[in-house]
């Protein structure tokens, strides 16, 4: 009986083992194609996830106002359509895990630049900060090129 | 004789045990396998005479923890090899000193996490570029999708690299095949 139960413990130390080896992954990419010029950019909409129930979008729009930049309430006379998918995950409380921003063209839809952030439980940063860090990253980062940027 | 609340322990004990077996068994992601997408096609019937650069971005290491993702690098190799098996360009260089440079981004790839079969939704950006002229010959936004049955595979991770790596190799041939139709001059 005893040793039964202690097999048991050891099943459990060794999942949790497993299960929070993966708990402080970070990870911040931001790609823009070769034929965007980010600097045109100017004027954005930002069209909410239809899956968004805590407006991540005002986020986003709050963040592209204070980097300078015009947000309108409709798709015409826009410079970029700005979509995004965030998924959250709960962790004692519930936390952002990851978020994705891509400008699009208004025209054709082609994506003109896209970042990408995830921070597991450990390093989680609040939803300000992962749209922060998704904007810089697109708009600043020196390390972005024409295809990619792993940091 | 034992009591009825430690009957009720040991039964959530074995419940959590026998979730911790699941855990255990359920294995670690791995990365797309290159090779799963190249495009096996002999040919798009056309031949550009041109040389091409292939950049390709947006993808990801995979942790053996995290989900199934494709790396720059086997993406970039994948669509070169594609490129090369099927003489859609006269040649791949190696450098930025070619007729065209080609861009293939990574845009988004859904993550499901649970259930029998997994599909996998893909888009991916490609731009085509005449190196000469700086003109921009193709800007398309191309998406793709592959469902992986839960008989095809025993694991869950090894249905979902198979999903993503089908879904990526159409979204490749799909690339190619606009590139094809294009008049390149």
Known sequence: MIRRERTIHVVLLLSLLVLLHGCAV?????????????????????????????????????????????????????????????????????????????????????????????????????????????????????????????? | MRSEEQIVINSHLRFLAACAMITLLAGCASPASRQELVVEETSFGTRHPYSVFVIAGGGGETDATGYTNISNEDLEGAIKESIIKSGLFSSVA?????????????????????????TIDMEMSWSLVNTKTGAAVMRESIKSSHTTGGGEAFAAVTRIRMAVERAAEKNIRQGLQKIAGLPLN
């Not at chain 1, 034929?35 to 986003?60: E, G, P, W």
């Not at chain 1, 970042?115 to 600043?140: A, Q």
């Open chain 1, 26 to 151: 970070n990870k911040a990419t931001a790609t823009v194609d070769q034929t965007t010029d980010l600097s045109a950019l100017k004027m954005f909409h930002v069209k909410k996830y239809s899956k968004d129930t805590r407006d991540t979008n005002v986020l986003i729009e709050n963040k592209l106002t204070e980097m300078g930049f015009h947000i309108s309430g409709t798709e015409t006379e826009v410079d970029a359509i700005v979509t995004y998918v965030d998924k959250w995950w709960w962790d004692i409380t519930m936390y952002m895990l990851e978020l994705t921003i891509t400008l699009r063209d208004p025209g054709s839809d082609f994506p003109l630049a896209t970042g990408h952030s995830l921070h597991t439980s450990l390093t989680r940063k609040s939803p300000e900060g992962m749209v922060d860090e998704v904007l810089t990253n697109i708009f600043f980062s020196d390390e972005k090129r024409g295809a990619d940027s792993d940091k």
């Open chain 2, 94 to 118: 190696k450098t930025h000193d070619a007729d065209y440079k080609l861009s293939v981004n990574l845009v988004s790839m859904s993550k499901p996490m649970f259930g029998l079969s997994f």
